[in-house]
């Protein structure tokens, strides 16, 4: 990859999963940006030359036809509906906070968006008025001044799994089932402060998950 750069500006380094740090925040997040980054290129079709290890060549992904159905795109002028939108991005992957400061998060403030995307190095922020989109533009994260007007701007996911509404409620149903056979092989062997933190810690999931939107 680094001799590669000597001779092509458009290459890039696709990154294996490491199963060793892949769930930590700061290298694993660092992980999903570059990989996103790489998928969005292939989305839009710029040229590019791709270096990864057999590793990374083995690790499954969603297919791109997938994650195109999945992109959202904020133009100027459009009508949107801000309840759908904050449940679409929470689908894709990104975390509803009160600030955005890192990538991968949205924030909700009245009739402003602001969503600092993984695949862009700062974020942007998308103002209505009432449901039309009037202006969209990228901002500094320290000082929040606008950097940039833009007429239109696309959303890549977050995450490299993609929930939507059918599958959550699916997964929902499978963790109430599971959970409702496992209390009742705990209450027959009388573990019933098993059973109530079973059950606190699954309420607690379902709040989360719930809360999200």
Same mark, same amino acid.
């Given at each position: ?62 297919? $791109? *036809?997938?994650?195109? &159905?999945? !992109?959202?795109?904020?133009? #100027?002028?459009?009508?949107?509906? =801000?309840? %759908?939108? +904050? ?80 599958? $959550? *409620?699916?997964?929902? &149903?499978? !963790?109430?089932?599971?959970? #409702?056979?496992?209390?009742?092989? =705990?209450? %027959?062997? +009388? ?23």
């Amino acid at each position: 990859y680094e001799d590669y750069k000597l001779y092509d500006k458009n290459v890039f380094l696709y990154p294996a999963k490491d199963i060793m740090f892949y769930s930590a925040d700061i290298h694993g997040n660092a992980i999903v940006k570059e990989r996103l980054r790489i998928l969005k290129r292939l989305i839009e079709k710029k040229a590019s030359t791709i270096v990864l290890s057999i590793d990374g060549g083995m690790d499954r992904v969603l297919p $791109l *036809e997938f994650l195109k &159905k999945h !992109i959202v795109s904020v133009a #100027e002028g459009d009508i949107i509906d =801000l309840e %759908k939108l +904050k449940m679409d991005m929470v689908h894709l992957g990104y975390e509803r906070c009160g600030q955005v400061e890192a990538p991968g998060q949205f924030a909700i403030r009245g009739g402003i968006m602001d969503v600092f995307s993984p695949t862009e190095e700062v974020p942007y922020r998308i103002e209505l008025w009432d449901d039309e989109v009037d202006t969209i533009r990228s901002f500094d994260v320290e000082s929040q001044r606008s950097i940039e007007n833009v007429k239109e701007f696309v959303i890549y996911p977050a995450s490299e799994i993609i929930m939507d509404e059918d599958t $959550l *409620e699916a997964g929902l &149903k499978a !963790i109430e089932k599971d959970k #409702e056979s496992y209390v009742a092989n =705990l209450r %027959k062997e +009388k573990k019933l402060e098993e059973v109530r933190r079973i059950k606190e810690i699954i309420e607690e999931f379902k709040d989360k998950v719930e809360a999200c939107g």
